[in-house]
Structure formats: structure tokens, C-alpha cells
């Protein structure tokens, strides 16, 4: 006897949050019941043009702003930025170079350094093998 799989799904903040997309942004008919993950894989392969529309145009969820803008979830929150932006809002934020978004570039930049740098010496510990005394 063969047990049949069930069918996986999730919330559509889940779903939205997957497809890097602002839940509010998106169609009543999406937010209204699940996605199951076969929906998911279909929307991701050959999106609507409503899914299309809102990656191009936004507004876009904390981490695509953050992204976008080459700062961190938690920068944003110290800018006070807490409403999703769209990319016409992100541009002209990119084109004003405030000072709190350089600052932020700054920081990701020295963080991300020093995680490379933490990452080369795990590797080179873990290929010299443990240190023997």
C-alpha cells in the first residue's frame, strides 16, 4: 500500500516573502487562503504580470530595500526607514546619498570584511588540521 504525499503549503506571507515581494502589494486572491509549494514553483518559473509589476516597480519588502540600497535589515531600521519603498523611492534615495546611507554602506562593508575574514581563517584552520601541542 502506497501512501499518497500530501500536498505542502503555506501562508501567502510565507509565499510572498519567497518571491521577494510586499504581501499588502499583492492580489486579494493571493493573500486570501495558501500557496501550495507546486503554485509557488509555477509562479516562480513563469511569473503573472502582476508578480512581474511589483519586483520592477515595488513597493518592495525590508530586505529587497536593504539589498537594493547595499545596507543591512538593521541600518534601515536606525534610518527610520520602516515602510516598504518602491524602487522609484529607492533610486532617489541612492541618487541623494543622505548621510545616514552612507554610513550604512560603510558598516555592511566593514562587516562584510570581517565575516571573509573570519571565513579564511576557519578554512585555513580546518586545513591545517587541529593544532597539536
Same mark, same amino acid.
Given at each position: ?12 506571507? *510565507? ?7 510586499? #504581501?499588502?502589494? *499583492? ?16 509562479? =516562480?518559473?513563469?511569473? $503573472? ?9 515595488? $513597493? ?24 516598504? #519603498? ?8 541612492? @541618487?541623494? =546619498? ?5 554610513? @550604512? ?6 562587516? =562584510? +570584511?570581517? !565575516?571573509? +575574514? ?5 578554512? !585555513?584552520?580546518? +586545513? ?6
Amino acid at each position: 500500500m502506497t501512501r499518497q504525499r500530501s500536498t505542502q503549503t503555506m501562508k501567502p506571507a *510565507t509565499a510572498a516573502k519567497k518571491l521577494g515581494v510586499h #504581501l499588502d502589494a *499583492t492580489p486579494a486572491e493571493f493573500r486570501s487562503g495558501v500557496v501550495s509549494r507546486d503554485e509557488l514553483d509555477a509562479l =516562480q518559473a513563469d511569473p $503573472p504580470e502582476w508578480l512581474r509589476e511589483l519586483r520592477r516597480d515595488g $513597493p518592495h519588502p525590508r530586505q529587497v530595500v536593504a539589498d537594493r540600497l547595499g545596507v543591512s535589515i538593521s541600518g534601515l531600521a536606525r534610518a527610520e526607514i520602516t515602510e516598504p #519603498l518602491t524602487t522609484a523611492q529607492i533610486a532617489a534615495l541612492k @541618487e541623494e =546619498q543622505p548621510e545616514w546611507l552612507r554610513r @550604512e554602506r560603510t558598516t555592511r562593508a566593514e562587516a =562584510q +570584511r570581517e !565575516e571573509a +575574514r573570519l571565513r579564511a581563517a576557519r578554512s !585555513e584552520t580546518r +586545513r591545517d588540521g587541529p593544532v597539536r601541542r
